[in-house]
């Protein structure tokens, strides 16, 4: 899979958290709630057991590779600034 289309595999496929990502659409809440219930461990960001069970992951043909290619800081884990960014340079 190509770089560019595993990228918008990612961010399409946060739908649900990018359609929360708007606070001006108030969805603000629904975005904190999306990445808490993704984030069983309650350490504030995902790691990739938690990220791989997220609905973008089953619908990727490479899950690890987008998980990394949001993982802008290089930790192993994703943050909800992370998901955010790769978002907004959806958009941008």
Same mark, same amino acid.
């Given at each position: 899979?190509?770089?560019?289309?595993?990228?918008?595999?990612?961010?399409?496929?946060?739908?649900?958290?990018?359609?929360?990502?708007?606070?001006?659409?108030? +969805?603000?809440?629904?975005?904190?709630?999306? &990445?808490?219930?993704? =984030? #069983? @461990? /309650? *350490?504030?960001? %995902?790691?990739?057991? $938690?990220?791989?069970?997220?609905?973008?992951?089953? +619908?990727?043909?490479?899950?690890?590779?987008? &998980?990394?290619?949001? =993982? #802008? @800081? /290089? *930790?192993?884990? %994703?943050?909800?600034? $992370?998901?955010?960014?790769?978002?907004?340079?959806?958009?941008?």
């Amino acid at each position: 899979m190509k770089t560019s289309t595993a990228y918008l595999l990612l961010t399409v496929g946060f739908t649900c958290l990018a359609a929360c990502a708007a606070p001006s659409r108030g +969805n603000g809440k629904r975005l904190e709630a999306k &990445f808490a219930e993704l =984030d #069983t @461990n /309650h *350490d504030g960001k %995902l790691d990739y057991a $938690e990220f791989s069970k997220s609905r973008v992951a089953a +619908n990727s043909d490479d899950p690890k590779s987008l &998980f990394n290619k949001a =993982d #802008t @800081n /290089h *930790d192993a884990f %994703l943050s909800q600034e $992370e998901i955010l960014i790769a978002i907004k340079s959806r958009k941008g």
